[in-house]
């Protein structure tokens, strides 16, 4: 909100989101869309972090880089958008999503809402890790059924293009999870095209998830 009010917009809103399967909350930015408002693009990451799966005392989770690096992401992208004074022609949303975790919660809640009331959400990108450089590459885009090729190949194109200039070029490539690995996979089954941007291939990503050896520092 403090970001909002710092910009002095009153075309972007925020919402928090009760859940049925848990007692954690998401969280739900919109920017109106000005010509195609009918019209849906979602960027999310989730909010939880976990140490182990049968671990009673979640007391010491630190997260850094799942998701707390894909937050900080986000938040960057609203932060950037806003400053560049961006007025979408389609309405625009960031989720923060909870209990992704424990099986991918909250998500999975917002997009059965959304298809229910058959939202028109042409695209989604999913921001689930992406501070550590276990890769060569810079950015690896998942392939796995859940992820839309036309999408991807999308991005692909937005890469290339802000390649051509600048000081910040980055390289990409292409791996698989492997099964629903986070919470895009809530919107493919809902029959939404989503894409995956991870920080590295499936098994070079940080090993310190879902320990309490996730932290910054550990990340370089």
């Not at 009153?10 to 848990?22: A, C, F, L, M, R």
């Not at 809640?109 to 939202?119: F, G, L, R, T, V």
Request: negative net charge; charged residues 20%; glycine residues 8%.
């Amino acid at each position: 909100e403090k970001i909002i009010s710092d910009y002095g917009r009153k075309d972007v809103s925020v919402k928090i989101v009760d859940h049925v399967g848990t007692p954690m909350k998401s969280l739900i930015l919109t920017i109106n869309g000005n010509t195609k408002s009918d019209e849906y693009v979602i960027i999310g990451g989730h909010i939880d972090s976990i140490v182990g799966w049968q671990q009673a005392d979640q007391s010491v989770a630190p997260g850094a880089d799942d998701n707390a690096s894909g937050i900080a992401t986000i938040t960057e992208v609203l932060r950037v958008l806003l400053k560049n004074n961006f007025k979408p022609q389609r309405t625009t949303e960031i989720m923060a999503y909870a209990a992704e975790e424990i099986g991918l919660v909250g998500s999975k809640e917002i997009a059965q809402k959304y298809a229910s009331e058959n939202k028109n959400v042409i695209g989604y990108v999913q921001f689930d890790m992406t501070n550590y450089k276990g890769s060569t590459k810079d950015v690896i885009l998942m392939t796995d059924t859940y992820c839309d090729a036309n999408l991807n190949s999308f991005l692909m194109k937005l890469m290339d293009e802000y390649n051509k200039t600048g000081l910040h070029q980055f390289t990409y490539d292409t791996s698989k999870c492997g099964y629903g690995c986070s919470d895009h996979a809530s919107w493919s089954e809902n029959g939404y095209a989503v894409t995956l941007p991870f920080e590295s291939k499936m098994g070079e990503d940080n090993p310190n998830i879902h320990t309490t050896g996730d932290t910054y520092a550990f990340m370089g």
